[in-house]
C-alpha cells in the first residue's frame, strides 16, 4: 500500500511536471513566433530607412545638377540682354556707348560658350531641343551682332575724315 502511494505520487508529479513543461514550451513556440514578426517588422523599417536614405542622397545630387543648369543657363541670359543692349543697328548710338555695349557682348561670350559645351555634356539637356534650340539662335545672334559691329568699323571712312593709316606727321 506505501509504495503504491508513493509511485502514484510520483506519477501525479511527473504529469503535473509534463504538464508544466508542455505549457512553458506552448508559452516559448508563441515567443519565438512574435520574434519572428517582430524581426521581420525591423527588416521592413531598416530596408525602408535604407531606401529613403538614398532617395534623399539622390534628392540632394539632383538638387545640385539643378542648381548647375541654372547656374550654367544665367550666361544665357547674360548673353542676351548684351545682345539686347547691342541691338541698335551699329552707329545710332554714342561711340561710347556702343563700345560699352560691345564690350559686354564680348565678355559674355566665354560664359555662354562654357553652358553651351556643359549642355551638349549632359543628356537631360542636350536630349532638349528646346534648351539646345534657344542657345544656338543666340550663338547666331551674338554672330551676327559682332559681324555688323565690325563691318561698320572696317567701312571705308568717309572723305571729311582723314585716310586709314595715314601719318601723323608732316612730309
Known amino acids: 500500500g506505501m509504495e503504491e502511494g508513493t509511485v502514484q505520487n510520483l506519477r501525479s508529479i511527473l504529469s503535473r511536471i509534463e504538464a508544466?513543461?508542455?505549457?512553458?514550451?506552448?508559452?516559448?513556440?508563441?515567443?519565438?513566433?512574435r520574434l519572428e514578426g517582430l524581426q521581420q517588422e525591423v527588416t521592413e523599417v531598416h530596408d525602408a530607412t535604407r531606401a529613403m536614405h538614398i532617395a534623399h542622397t539622390n534628392m540632394g545630387l539632383?538638387?545640385?545638377?539643378?542648381t548647375e543648369c541654372l547656374r550654367q543657363l544665367s550666361a544665357a541670359r547674360t548673353l542676351h540682354t548684351a545682345l539686347e543692349a547691342t541691338s541698335s543697328p551699329p552707329g545710332t548710338q554714342e561711340d561710347e556707348v556702343e563700345a560699352t555695349n560691345l564690350q559686354a557682348l564680348l565678355s559674355a561670350l566665354p560664359e555662354f560658350y562654357e553652358?553651351?559645351?556643359?549642355?551638349?555634356?549632359?543628356?537631360s539637356l542636350s536630349k532638349s531641343s528646346d534648351v539646345l534650340g534657344a542657345l544656338m539662335h543666340l550663338r547666331r545672334r551674338a554672330a551676327a551682332s559682332l559681324l555688323a559691329h565690325y563691318r561698320r568699323l572696317l567701312r571705308p571712312h568717309r572723305p571729311s575724315a582723314p585716310p586709314p593709316f595715314s601719318s601723323p606727321l608732316p612730309p
Open 20 to 33: 508544466a513543461s508542455e505549457s512553458s514550451c506552448s508559452v516559448l513556440r508563441k515567443l519565438h513566433r
Open 62 to 66: 539632383g538638387q545640385e545638377h539643378l
Open 115 to 123: 553652358a553651351v559645351d556643359f549642355c551638349l555634356d549632359h543628356s
